[in-house]
Each structure stands twice: as structure tokens, then as C-alpha cells.
């Protein structure tokens, strides 16, 4: 008998739960159009963004987590775990157009399939209770988010909301109608395993903010090198106020040990507006949403769970939005979708320890569309990174590791490894299947810059490379 204690108590005292809760709640907060350099604990000191900074104080801030170049590409990805190419989603729907362009690059569908499994219903089967609320941009009528396996869903665009959206009486800021919506979401579930995603449509133009939030930022000093722009700056601080919102209500339900809260952006920042206003900055990152430079792709991200992701670390591995579905799915004890390609992976072991190794050391971009840039693909292997351009073959090879700014041009000096690059970007682009764009028979020079007919996703006139 006395034995049998001693086991007893050795058990106790010995035997250590799991890394990680069973099926904890899991927390997606997307932002648009938010860059690399915007929030303060990324080093931006005309900014204010409190909240989100003690979401990296208390957990992990990454490096080098990566996106699409553009709005409806990384929201395909993040809820499929597929790369976008996989269904032609390699620009914002509907797309723009540039009919007199050197190249007529190909149509994009208006909707992500219907027979995509997301992590919304891979989590749905696993017992969670899902709420999607904010922007969707992957599709219209019959394709909406409560048709993707999220079974609270409210789509809301631009950055206020009218009476209709609302039920209130005047036009409300979006980022605290949102915060409502997820608040009175995590006070409805919080007593099972719930999945939430707020997805944000600050800081996308057309910049506005309240006039208080203006003021004090048009009264406040500019921080060197950076635009300053108080719009800007305000809409970032509403976000953010919003966030503190989200996480005091998870801290007020008493469950934020058993909840990870995920911050992303959807892509790189917008620098300029249409009208060539410069907004904001992604240095010391070359460039800007729509391209597929540094500044277009790389994004904040951060992700918070007391108790599991260790408090005030860093992860500089390369990981990228399509790695949220396998995460998820594997955090909420979930299975993987059975007749579908993932091409992310769990990141379960990166939260754990932010130097954990991943079973992947080559990510790939496919943007054949005129954006802010020409079109062209991108990969990155290791600290190397290959840029194909379609108008001319062109090729640039960058070490991302002594050149993060992309400055230096290192295909002709290393001429083996950019064709090695360039054979393995192909046979990645043929893999996927992916959408190429052609010669356009109706090119003129003249006109190459006009804007056809289509979406407008915001920026000005698109740049040579």
C-alpha cells in the first residue's frame, strides 16, 4: 500500500501535461494594408500602439512572417493552407486591368471554391464554435464566410460602418464596431472551444479617423525618415485600441491561459495613395504592397498564450498565412482536410520554442498581374531570394540575410545559384499549376500605364520594377 502512494504522489509531482491545453480557444486578428514598420514595437515611434505592443511584450513578435503581395491572395491562402496560385486568387478580386500593357495578365475568379475545406470547418467538425466578423473579400453572394464553415459571420467593409450594418443610430468606426461584435462573441462561447477571426479593414485607404485622433497626431513631432501622417497614424491607434479591446474581453472572461491570440497583417504597407500621397513607409524594406519585394510581403505578426508561447520572444524563421491552417488545425485537435494539398505547416513547435526547426526551407510567390509592379514570381530559400520579372526575363537574386533592403543585385555575380533558383521557381510555378500572363497584341507603350476597367484595391499607377 505504501508502494502504491508513492506512485501515486511520484505521478503527480512527475508527469507533465501536454506543451500546449486541449482545444484551446484560438484568436486570428487580420489587419489591411498594415506595414512592416507601423507598430511601435517594430520599432515606429510616431505611432502609438500600446496594446499591440504588450501582445509582443507578453508573447512572440516575428521577423520574417510573410503574406501575399496583396489583399484577396493572403485571405485565400490563411483559410484554405494552400497557396493562392492553386486557384488562380494571385490578385485582389476582381482585379485591374492594363489593356495596353506589354502583357495581358490572366483573369481572376471571383470566388475561392466552395470546395475548399477551411480551418473554419476543420475546427467546426472538432466541436468549436466559429465567428468571422469584418472583411472577407473572397467571393459574393453563395460565398460568404457562413458558407466556408463559419457559423457567426457579419461582413463589413471600409473603416465606418452605417446604421444598416450597425443597428445604431449614427455611422460608427469600424474598428470599435468589430471589437464589439468580438466581444459579444467570446462572452457567448467562452465556456467551450471557440475559433474567432476579426479581420480589420484599417489601415486600408481611404484614410480617415476620428478628429481627436487627427488632431493629436498633427500636433505631435514626426519621427525621422518616416511620413508621419496623422490619418495614417490615426487609424493605426483605432486598431489598436480595438485589439485592446479583444484581449481585455478574453482577460475579463477569465480564459486568456487557454486562448492564443494571433495578430497578422493581410500583406505589406500601401506607401503611396492613389493620388501619389506617401502615407506611410516599410523601410528598411524595399517597396510596397502589390510587389514582390521585402516591403510588399513581409509582415508584423505576433502571437500571444500565457503560460505556452514564451513572453517577450522573437522568431526570425521565415513563415508565411498559409501556415495558420495547419496550426490551427493541429492546436485544436482537429483533422487536417483529407482530399485537399496544404502547402504550410504547423507552427505549433515555433510557439513552443521560437527556435524550433521546420521541416521547409523554401517559400514561393506567384504575382502575374501589373500592380505596383510588373509581374512577375519570387522564392526564397534559406536567406536566398529570387525575383523572375516576365516583361524581360529579368532576374535579381538578394541575400536577404546582409541585404534585408534588397539592394543589391546578385544574379550576374552568383549566376549558378540564380539558375538553380530560377529552374526550381519554374518547376514550383508547374506544380501549382499556376496562371502565367501572355503577350498582349493590343500593347502601346504610350498607353502602357492606363487603368482599364476593374477593382480598385488602392495605390497609384503601377511602378517599373
Keep these: 500500500m505504501k508502494h502504491l502512494t508513492l506512485l ?15 482545444q484551446p480557444n484560438l484568436i486570428l486578428i487580420l489587419a489591411d494594408d498594415l506595414g ?4 511601435g514595437c517594430y520599432g515606429n515611434t510616431f505611432n502609438e500602439t500600446p496594446n499591440i505592443d504588450r501582445l509582443a511584450r507578453e508573447g512572440m513578435r516575428f521577423t520574417q512572417f510573410y503574406a501575399g503581395p496583396v489583399c484577396s491572395p493572403t485571405r485565400c491562402n490563411l483559410q484554405s493552407g494552400q497557396d493562392q496560385a492553386r486557384f488562380g486568387i494571385t490578385q485582389h478580386i476582381p482585379g485591374h486591368k492594363r489593356p495596353f500593357a506589354k502583357l495581358s495578365d490572366p483573369v481572376v475568379p471571383l470566388q475561392m471554391p466552395l470546395e475548399v475545406e477551411t480551418f473554419a470547418e476543420c475546427l467546426a467538425k472538432a466541436g468549436y464554435a466559429t465567428g468571422y466578423f469584418g472583411k472577407w473579400h473572397l467571393g459574393g453572394a453563395g460565398f460568404s464566410p457562413a458558407d466556408q464553415g463559419w457559423q457567426t459571420a457579419l461582413e463589413c467593409n471600409g473603416n465606418t460602418q452605417p446604421p444598416k450594418v450597425t443597428g445604431s443610430a449614427e455611422v460608427r468606426r469600424t474598428t470599435d464596431f468589430l471589437a464589439d461584435k468580438a466581444i459579444e462573441f467570446i462572452n457567448a462561447h467562452k465556456d467551450k472551444p471557440f475559433l474567432l477571426q476579426v479581420s480589420h479593414g484599417a489601415v486600408h485607404i481611404p484614410l480617415s479617423t476620428t478628429p481627436e485622433l487627427k488632431k493629436k497626431y498633427e500636433n505631435k513631432s514626426p519621427m525621422p525618415g ?9 487609424l493605426t491607434e483605432e486598431l489598436d485600441q480595438s485589439v485592446g479591446r479583444v484581449v481585455e474581453a478574453v482577460e475579463k472572461a477569465g480564459i486568456a491561459d487557454s486562448t492564443l491570440i494571433l495578430f497578422l497583417s493581410d500583406n505589406g504597407g500601401l506607401e503611396h495613395e492613389q493620388s501619389g500621397r506617401v502615407v506611410t513607409s516599410n523601410k528598411p524594406l524595399r517597396s510596397e504592397k502589390g510587389t514582390l519585394y521585402e516591403g510588399g510581403i513581409r509582415i508584423p505578426a505576433i502571437a500571444r498564450w500565457p503560460g505556452k508561447v514564451p513572453v517577450g520572444s522573437q522568431c526570425d524563421t521565415p513563415l508565411i498565412t498559409m501556415d495558420v491552417l495547419p496550426t490551427f488545425v493541429e492546436l485544436g485537435a482537429a483533422a487536417m482536410p483529407k482530399n485537399q494539398p496544404c502547402d504550410g505547416v504547423s507552427l505549433a513547435a515555433v510557439f513552443r520554442d521560437p527556435a524550433a526547426t521546420l521541416a521547409r526551407d523554401t517559400l514561393y510567390w506567384h504575382l502575374p ?3 505596383h509592379s510588373t509581374p512577375a514570381s519570387a522564392m526564397r530559400k534559406g ?3 529570387l525575383i523572375e520579372f516576365f516583361e524581360n526575363s529579368a532576374l535579381e537574386l538578394y541575400d536577404l540575410k546582409t541585404d534585408p533592403g534588397e539592394e543589391k543585385n546578385l544574379a550576374a555575380a552568383e549566376p549558378e545559384r540564380a539558375k538553380a533558383m530560377h529552374t526550381a521557381l519554374q518547376a514550383w510555378r508547374k506544380e501549382v499549376n499556376a496562371l502565367m500572363p501572355v503577350p498582349n497584341p493590343n500593347y502601346d507603350p504610350a498607353k502602357a500605364d492606363q487603368l482599364g476597367k476593374g477593382g480598385k484595391e ?3 499607377k503601377k511602378q517599373k520594377k
Design 8 to 22: 501515486i504522489l511520484l505521478s503527480v509531482f512527475l508527469i507533465r501535461p501536454s506543451s500546449f491545453s486541449a
Design 36 to 39: 512592416y514598420s507601423d507598430l
Design 226 to 234: 518616416y511620413p508621419s501622417n496623422a490619418e495614417y497614424a490615426g
Design 369 to 371: 498581374h501589373y500592380h
Design 383 to 385: 536567406d536566398w531570394k
Design 458 to 460: 488602392g495605390g497609384r
